[in-house]
Each structure stands twice: as structure tokens, then as C-alpha cells.
């Protein structure tokens, strides 16, 4: 008899507990829709028309529009955005390869040998990280200027070479 009391109680615990896990589901899911809607809303609204935008706040065109994708691709200048991507590769790629090599050759330096001002050099490049980037724009700028490089790729990528990402070799440093 006490056996089959306490095999009752445990399908009500069981039962209510489970309820509640679908009560809290039920609540994630509207909840998770609720956010989701702004941004079904704006790709939908990217394929409407402008009137159309303005007339329903349903998300779903009535009919698919790529033109604006199309004339945005070209532009209104003579590049497109192939040009911009191609930009951008030519300059992140080399920039993170960069980041990459140097930050992992000071933070071994760091954390291995034991060389000359060591103890004066470290604590000045973690100094460094409280010093914010807008205070080196304009001495950056005035020195490619007098190195001539000003309307090229190379100050933008130069100083990853040189670990000035003072984060990253104070975390691999630490790690």
C-alpha cells in the first residue's frame, strides 16, 4: 500500500514537473517569435515595394522584387560591391595574418626569455592598452604621410607586423 502511495506521488511530481517545462517552452517559444518578427519583417520588407512597406505589417511580400538588390549590387558610383568585398579581403586577410604571427612572436618573447629591460618593457605595453587608439591617429597619420604611403593599402596593414595589437599578446602572454 505505501508502495503504491509513493508511486502516485511520483507520477503527480512528475506530471507537474512536466507541465512545467512545457509551460516554460510555451513562453521561450512566443517569446523567441516576438524578437524574431523585426527581423523577419525587415527581410521581408527588403523585397517590398514602398508603398507596400507602409500598407502591411505583414512580413511576407505579395510578390518578390530583386530590383533593389540589383541596383544596390551596382551602386550609384562606378564600383559595385564586388569591388568593396574585394577591398575589405585586402585588407583583413593580410591584417589577421599579421596580427596573428607577431602578437604569438612578442608574447613568446614575453613569456620564455629573460632579456634586458624585460620588466620595463612589459609593463609599458600593457600601459599601452589603456591608451586609446584616437590618440595615435594623428601622429600616424603625420608619419605616412612622410613616408609617402598615405593613399595606399600599407597603413592599414603595417602595424599588425609590429604587434601594436597589445591585447592579443597580453592574452597568449597570459596563456
Known amino acids: 500500500m505505501e508502495q503504491a502511495m509513493r508511486n502516485k506521488n511520483n507520477r503527480n511530481e512528475y506530471s507537474k514537473r512536466k507541465f ?8 521561450l ?9 523585426p527581423i523577419l519583417w525587415l527581410f521581408g520588407a527588403s523585397f517590398k515595394s ?11 511580400p505579395k510578390s518578390f522584387d530583386f530590383t533593389p538588390y540589383i541596383e544596390g549590387w551596382k551602386t550609384s558610383s562606378q564600383y559595385t560591391f564586388g569591388t568593396y568585398f574585394l ?12 596580427t596573428l604571427i607577431s602578437c604569438i612572436l612578442a608574447a613568446y618573447g614575453f613569456a620564455r626569455f629573460n632579456f634586458a629591460m624585460k620588466k620595463v618593457l612589459f609593463p609599458v605595453m ?6 586609446p ?9 603625420i608619419f605616412w604621410k612622410n613616408v609617402g604611403l598615405l593613399d595606399t593599402y600599407i597603413p592599414l ?18 596563456f
Do not use: H, Q
Open 20 to 27: 512545467v517545462v512545457y509551460f516554460k517552452y510555451f513562453f
Open 29 to 37: 517559444i512566443i517569446g523567441t517569435l516576438i524578437m524574431l518578427y
Open 50 to 60: 514602398n508603398t507596400e512597406i507602409f500598407k502591411s505589417i505583414w512580413f511576407m
Open 87 to 98: 577591398n575589405s579581403f585586402l585588407i583583413v586577410i593580410p591584417k589577421v595574418l599579421l
Open 126 to 131: 600593457i600601459a599601452t592598452l589603456f591608451l
Open 133 to 141: 587608439g584616437i590618440v595615435t591617429r594623428v601622429p600616424m597619420y
Open 157 to 174: 596593414i603595417a602595424n599588425s607586423a609590429f604587434a601594436c595589437d597589445t591585447f592579443f599578446v597580453y592574452m597568449l602572454f597570459n
